[in-house]
């Protein structure tokens, strides 16, 4: 069943969700690393998820029309406990995999907004997002030599 966002109220909503969610992630992500390096990485993202959050809430309330109607059941990812990961590479793996999640919200939700202010912010958060799985990747490339 495809699950649509019908207000831009609902749009926000589902993006604080997800940025709680992530920053949980990589907060429980961070318990479970044994390098420094990547234990401080996760760390820093789960931070770096709460600013995408607060960001957001700045958006409650705001009035802004959705040109289009938006599926987002395809962005809803986080539904994973960290246990089930065998190794640092399934990790970065999601990690990555979230986090391309994460893009192609923030860049879909730019093409339908009607408020020229929020869709740059969502370009920027489409960016940001951009930057964390550039960093997972370089992890993930550590891991494999």
Same mark, same amino acid.
């Given at each position: 069943?495809?699950?649509?966002?019908?207000?831009?109220?609902?749009?926000? &909503?589902?993006?604080?969700?997800?940025?709680?969610?992530?920053?949980?992630?990589?907060?429980?992500?961070?318990?479970?690393?044994?390098?420094?390096?990547?234990?401080?990485?996760?760390?820093?993202?789960?931070?770096?998820?709460?600013?995408?959050? &607060?960001?957001?809430?700045?958006?409650?309330?705001?009035?802004?029309?959705?040109?289009?109607?938006?599926?987002?059941?395809?962005?809803?990812?986080?539904?994973?406990?960290?246990?089930?990961?065998?190794?640092?590479?399934?990790?970065?793996?999601?990690? *990555?995999?979230?986090?391309?999640?994460?893009?192609?919200?923030?860049?879909?939700?730019?093409?339908?907004?009607?408020?020229?202010?929020?869709?740059? *912010?969502?370009?920027?958060?489409?960016? &940001?997002?951009? &930057?964390?799985?550039?960093?997972?990747?370089?992890?993930?490339?550590?891991?494999?030599?």
């Amino acid at each position: 069943m495809k699950k649509l966002f019908d207000s831009y109220e609902k749009v926000i &909503e589902f993006a604080i969700g997800h940025e709680i969610k992530a920053s949980q992630l990589y907060v429980d992500l961070a318990k479970k690393m044994i390098t420094p390096e990547v234990r401080d990485l996760c760390k820093e993202l789960a931070k770096e998820e709460l600013e995408h959050k &607060e960001r957001l809430e700045k958006e409650i309330g705001k009035r802004c029309e959705l040109e289009a109607g938006l599926n987002h059941s395809k962005y809803d990812i986080l539904k994973s406990d960290v246990n089930i990961f065998k190794s640092r590479i399934e990790m970065f793996m999601f990690a *990555m995999k979230k986090e391309q999640a994460s893009i192609q919200l923030y860049l879909d939700l730019a093409k339908i907004v009607n408020d020229e202010e929020s869709r740059q *912010m969502f370009v920027r958060l489409a960016e &940001e997002e951009t &930057e964390h799985k550039r960093r997972f990747g370089s992890e993930y490339n550590e891991c494999l030599k």
